[in-house]
């Protein structure tokens, strides 16, 4: 008996073995994920112990001084809403208050689609949960269609439609020579592509480039795009940053619409009101009814649901406090146009000590772009070159986040530049 007692026993702990065996080797054909290029400047740059480092990979606004900024708008909206309301769950679409605000902004405060309740908008999770969103909406309802993405554009794009498995082509945009628009390819790949496809286009303050079609421009591409049949979904990241005026920077969208487009619309208030890390952003699609409107929602909603089911409450009551109160709205206005001008300032700071410098090269395009991030020109190898010998981190392509430059170190990060570059 105790013999089989111990085959028994024996034969359970083999199996239970066994079954440690197996799970313990479900996942070791995980490897590491490949490093963000963005995340990892951030990361190389907080383990340098220099004192003289300079962090201009970041894509998040820097005071003068280098520090992060709170806008005074905003803590007073945090002091009107805390212990006012409950902590209940928002709706699937969240803040309806929110969104109205929102839609003023890209659409005009007094938009017929507006008004006529012809725009389909949920609350998301800043810029990227709204870009995902669509881009799963895309896949669903699209299923045969295709995305084109500028070259170059924010790296996360392509990860967002292609986890959403719609099928990615690139369209021209950025000219290396001129550190311009390549208008002329950029014109022939929207003539090129299938008619119905989908463009990406980045409303104002190109990332990483800074580059901006200008008005005319965007006219013409308005129409040919119109032409095509094509739909045009907007990334908005950076409405008010680029210019310092909010309704100069949906020129853009206003354009398209003034054509007859239904576009798709993805705002972010990371940027613009300093709200990075509440994740809050709005996902709009112009439809041609209030019913369809209706309908499409109700299909956002549902995608939502199971990703996070509702979208957090507190940024979205900032954002409406501000934009609901005339006199926060108005602070608000005058706080977004200080950051521009701060970076349009450091534009022509870098500009000019490049030329005092007697550097070889052409730096107009320093000041001719627009935004948060200036492209250099640079090459990974000078930027490596920057890094080993500088202690200045940017991400290899030679994007210059400008919000990283101050009048402290613009003087240090000029020479750097040229000493690397002198040669070129």
Not at 42 to 60: I, M, Q, S, W, Y
Not at 135 to 161: C, E, G, L, M, V
Not at 367 to 382: D, L, R, V
Request: with cysteine; hydrophobic share 35%.
């Amino acid at each position: 008996m105790a013999n089989l007692l111990r085959a028994g026993f024996s034969g359970q702990l083999s199996k239970s073995g066994a079954a440690r065996s197996m799970s313990t080797a479900l996942w070791r054909h995980v490897e590491p994920a490949p490093k963000d290029p963005i995340l990892g400047v951030t990361e190389a740059f907080l383990a340098d112990p220099c004192p003289h480092k300079v962090n201009v990979g970041v894509g998040a606004y820097r005071d003068d001084n280098g520090k992060p900024v709170v806008l005074e708008c905003v803590r007073e909206a945090e002091r009107r809403i805390a212990g006012s309301l409950n902590m209940e769950y928002l709706p699937m679409g969240g803040s309806v208050k929110m969104v109205e605000e929102t839609l003023k902004l890209a659409y005009g405060e007094n938009s017929d689609l507006i008004k006529d309740k012809r725009i389909a908008a949920v609350q998301a999770l800043s810029g990227t949960g709204a870009c995902r969103l669509f881009a799963d909406f895309q896949k669903r309802f699209s299923p045969d269609s295709q995305i084109y993405i500028p070259a170059p554009t924010w790296s996360n794009h392509h990860n967002i439609w292609r986890d959403a498995h719609v099928p990615q082509k690139t369209f021209s945009y950025y000219h290396p020579e001129t550190r311009g628009l390549d208008f002329v390819s950029l014109m022939n790949d929207i003539k090129n592509a299938p008619n119905g496809s989908f463009f990406l286009l980045h409303a104002c303050a190109h990332n990483p480039t800074g580059v901006d079609p200008t008005e005319e421009q965007w006219k013409e591409i308005s129409h040919q795009i119109k032409v095509k049949g094509h739909f045009a979904f907007f990334d908005m990241a950076y409405q008010g940053f680029a210019s310092g005026d909010p309704e100069r920077d949906a020129k853009s969208i206003r354009i398209f619409l003034e054509d007859g487009h239904q576009i798709g619309c993805a705002q972010s208030y990371a940027k613009n009101m300093g709200l990075y890390g509440q994740r809050v952003g709005c996902l709009s699609v112009v439809c041609e009814d209030e019913k369809q409107a209706v309908a499409v929602k109700s299909q956002l909603q549902q995608i939502a649901r199971p990703m996070y089911s509702n979208p957090p409450v507190h940024g979205a009551l900032i954002v409406s406090t501000i934009l609901g109160d005339p006199d926060l709205k108005s602070l608000w206005l005058k706080e977004v146009k200080g950051m521009a001008d701060r970076i349009i300032g450091m534009r022509t700071a870098l500009r000019e000590n490049l030329e005092k410098l007697g550097s070889p090269l052409s730096w107009e395009h320093v000041t001719k772009q627009i935004g948060m991030f200036c492209y250099s020109g640079m090459t990974p190898e000078q930027v490596d070159r920057l890094t080993k010998e500088f202690h200045i981190y940017m991400t290899r392509n030679g994007r210059v986040s400008m919000a990283g430059v101050t009048t402290g170190n613009v003087g240090y990060l000029a020479n750097a530049i040229h000493e690397v570059t002198k040669s070129a």
